[in-house]
């Protein structure tokens, strides 16, 4: 697959269910000191709990990212949470149907800049699923 973000900010905005932004601990520490805060202070500003896991909060009315800045930049790019790190090497978006249709339409990265091996887009999706498997279990 290839793929080179171009900086368009679509993937940080409100697409129904890719929506929440979750944090794993590691996320929330890295973001914080991103923003030059304090981990508590950090997640007392920008972060809410629901059902046991944590997620950026939802301020803006139209649902995009809180972080999404002017020129549809991102203010915590290196800081940015795993699940946008991996982007977009999401296991659920890792076949042709899903790829052609949720992500190649609306994505301009894709298709431009680095060819990612199989075994890297593996090495990706297995940050994810750690990261996912973080958010269950409470990390």
């Known amino acids: 697959v ?3 973000c171009q900086g368009s900010g679509k993937c940080c905005v409100s697409r129904g269910a890719y929506g929440y ?3 794993t601990a590691d996320d929330r520490v890295r973001m914080a000191k991103a923003r030059g805060m304090k981990t508590k202070d950090f997640m007392k ?3 809410v709990k629901e059902d ?3 997620h950026l909060r939802e301020d803006r009315a139209n649902g995009d990212c809180i972080f999404l800045e002017g020129g549809n930049r991102c203010g915590v790019y290196e800081g ?5 790190r991996t982007w977009p090497f999401w296991p659920e978006v890792m076949n042709a149907k899903t790829w ?3 992500v190649a339409a609306f994505c301009p990265g894709i298709g431009k800049g680095k060819l990612y091996s199989a075994e890297e887009i593996r090495a990706t999706i297995a940050v994810q699923a750690k990261s996912e498997d973080d958010l ?3 990390r």
């Open 52 to 54: 046991g896991i944590w």
């Open 100 to 102: 052609k249709k949720e």
């Open 21 to 23: 932004v979750y944090m």
């Open 136 to 138: 269950v279990n409470g």
């Open 80 to 84: 940015r949470p795993d699940q946008c």
């Open 2 to 4: 290839q793929f080179e």
């Open 45 to 47: 500003e920008y972060c």
